[in-house]
């Protein structure tokens, strides 16, 4: 839908196609003296007319254009790239609160979180819902994951902290008792109450058990959300994001960004995925979400998506779906994960979803789970063709050496997670759960490459401290922390710098479909594109992650600037 709508837009600008030829209107802005980064190679000069990249040159064409320009920029030989796609986000999911505003770095060890939540049980009222994360099992040995752990900072303030990864819940006694969670309540179908040797809830939850307790959290109103949504989008320019997959939505967030819209507030390029389901509950409001959402698609907004999960994490929860068993874990934790899905309901949705023109985005962090989602995607195109959306399999932290070639057989986009490609904490975990060869092989980006799929990243924030993109490309990059380590995570997978540049850009445009007007500095795309302070080949691959745009430029209006200190 947001390629039709970008389609209709370039026809009407007609705009030249050869860079040689004259624009047919004065230019509004003329960039020159810079190093420009384009398929073609770098180049000088830029002219941007009516918000599209009208021309681009060498030095000398630059003195020839200028007498058109109505306005000058000298780079200065700064660097000028294509702005950056983050394909798996969820800013509105924060904007709502979804991990609450009792926040726990990543990094915090016991007495550090507890001294946090404690900090917010303070400042509440009486019986308010103490809710945040992010909590790490490995950072927490030697203090129990309990209820009561929690009960003693909290004894009546219901209180619900996600982890890292946030497909579990750490509660106290009051939100369990709310929630209605006894020792006799079951497993809901594909989650698990974690539950101690005499079958007590422990108080952690996981998967779909966690909706017992969302569902009890009051919600926030929709002018809060919006509100809310706002700095984000100005942080997210701030690093040269120009778009983005917002990877989980409901209707009343499809309002939000449709408004915002309207407002002209919301200058990014953003489609949305419809929730399939929430904390592993069906969302009820699902097909009818889906009947309406060309009521909130805009031109820059395309909710032609819906999310699926189709497994948890490869942790100690045992909640990724994997081919074969895991080595370590929870001892009341499913062998080989859990799939999410009835494999003949999701082909059957997927076929169609497909014909409706609806692009699927999977969760699947496990092997099992990849290929599942693989299964469906082929369902669909064995019923309706190849000509359907491009679905996209994101996280695909383990995938068969099998199903590699699949994603280009099926016109399926592989999405990997760059926060985990830069070792943190919960690669521990993943490790202990996983072990090795298979880890050897974690996030085959490479293999990805190798095998032709159309490679897209993306950084699930805030499950990470921050989108950062150039942290990502640095670490798809060494497989090593920001700045090198000892250390490394899957170094057989690494890639060059192009590849990862690719991924953040121009792959990211050929899987929203609109390859054709942005995803890279061509004549007639979208002036969408970021002013950098380095040189990014021009710099030690450890210092990619240092990398600051001086500007951020979206349809030729500049959305951010970096302010000089």
Request: net charge neutral.
């Given at each position: 839908?947001?390629?039709?709508?970008m389609g209709l837009l370039l026809s009407a600008a007609a705009i030249p196609a050869d860079a040689n030829v004259k624009a047919e209107r004065q230019s509004d802005i003329l960039f020159e003296n810079g190093q420009i980064y384009t398929p073609d190679g770098w180049q000088s000069a830029m002219e941007v007319t009516s918000g599209r990249i009208s021309r681009i040159g060498s030095a000398r064409s630059a003195k020839r254009w200028r007498k058109e320009a109505k306005t000058v920029v000298d780079l200065k030989q700064k660097t000028v790239f294509p702005g950056l796609y983050d394909m798996h986000v969820h800013p509105v999911l924060q904007a709502k609160g979804g991990e609450g505003g009792?926040?726990?770095?990543?990094?915090?060890?016991?007495?550090?979180?507890?001294?946090?939540?404690?900090?917010?049980v303070k400042t509440a009222k009486p019986g308010e819902w103490i809710t945040g994360g992010q909590w790490q099992a490995s950072l927490l040995e030697g203090t129990p994951i309990r209820a009561s752990t929690l009960d003693a900072i909290s004894p009546d303030n219901p209180v619900m902290l996600y982890d890292v990864s946030g497909h579990s819940l750490w509660v106290n006694s009051s939100a369990m008792t709310l929630a209605g969670i006894t020792n006799t309540t079951p497993n809901p179908d594909g989650g698990i109450i974690e539950r101690d040797a005499a079958g007590s809830p422990t108080?952690?939850?996981?998967?779909?058990?966690?909706?017992?307790?969302?569902?009890?959290?009051?919600?926030?109103?929709?002018?809060?959300?919006?509100?809310?949504?706002?700095?984000?989008?100005?942080?997210?320019?701030?690093?040269?994001?120009?778009?983005?997959?917002?990877?989980?939505?409901f209707r009343d967030d499809l309002e939000v960004y449709a408004q915002l819209a309207d407002k002209g507030v919301l200058k990014h390029r953003v489609q949305a995925c419809i929730a399939y389901s929430a904390a592993g509950h069906p969302n009820v409001d699902l097909d009818a979400t889906i009947a309406d959402r060309t009521k909130y698609a805009r031109a820059n907004f395309d909710p032609n998506c819906i999310k699926v999960f189709a497994d948890g994490v490869p942790t100690e929860s045992h909640t990724g779906a994997m081919l074969e068993k895991y080595q370590?874990?929870?001892?009341?934790?499913?062998?080989?994960?859990?799939?999410?899905?009835?494999?003949?309901?999701?082909?059957?949705?997927?076929?169609?979803?497909?014909?409706?023109?609806?692009?699927?985005?999977?969760?699947?962090?496990g092997d099992g789970a990849v290929r599942a989602s693989?299964?469906?995607?082929?369902?669909?195109?064995?019923?309706?063709?190849?000509?359907?959306?491009m679905h996209q399999i994101g996280h695909s932290t383990f995938i068969d050496p099998e199903d590699?070639?699949?994603?280009?057989?099926?016109?399926?986009?592989?999405?990997?997670?760059?926060?985990?490609?830069?070792?943190?904490?919960?690669?521990?975990?993943?490790?202990?759960?996983?072990?090795?060869?298979?880890?050897?092989?974690?996030?085959?980006?490479?293999?990805?490459?190798d095998a032709g799929a159309l490679v897209i990243a993306g950084s699930d924030w805030a499950v990470v401290p921050t989108p950062n993109p150039w942290i990502g490309i640095e670490t798809a990059i060494t497989r090593r922390n920001p700045g090198g380590s000892v250390r490394s995570f899957g170094l057989g997978q690494a890639i060059n710098l192009r590849q990862a540049i690719d991924m953040f850009t121009i792959n990211a445009a050929r899987r929203l479909g609109i390859a054709e007007n942005a995803g890279s500095i061509s004549v007639g795309k979208y002036a969408d594109f970021i002013i950098l302070d380095q040189n990014p080949f021009q710099i030690p691959v450890t210092e990619l992650h240092k990398v600051q745009p001086f500007e951020t430029w979206i349809a030729g209006q500049k959305v951010f600037e970096r302010v000089k200190p």
């Open positions: 839908m947001l390629a039709v709508v009792c926040r726990i770095p990543q990094d915090a060890k016991a007495q550090k979180l507890l001294e946090l939540v404690a900090a917010c108080g952690v939850l996981r998967e779909t058990a966690n909706h017992l307790v969302v569902a009890k959290v009051p919600p926030q109103a929709i002018e809060k959300t919006e509100e809310n949504l706002q700095p984000l989008l100005g942080w997210f320019s701030s690093f040269g994001i120009v778009g983005y997959l917002e990877a989980m939505a370590a874990g929870q001892p009341n934790a499913p062998e080989r994960g859990l799939l999410l899905f009835n494999p003949a309901q999701m082909g059957a949705n997927v076929t169609k979803w497909d014909k409706q023109g609806i692009t699927v985005m999977f969760h699947a962090a693989l299964d469906a995607v082929a369902e669909a195109r064995k019923a309706n063709g190849m000509t359907g959306p590699l070639p699949r994603f280009k057989v099926l016109n399926a986009a592989v999405e990997f997670s760059p926060y985990l490609w830069d070792p943190q904490p919960i690669n521990d975990d993943i490790t202990k759960a996983v072990g090795f060869p298979r880890m050897d092989r974690v996030w085959p980006i490479r293999e990805g490459f």
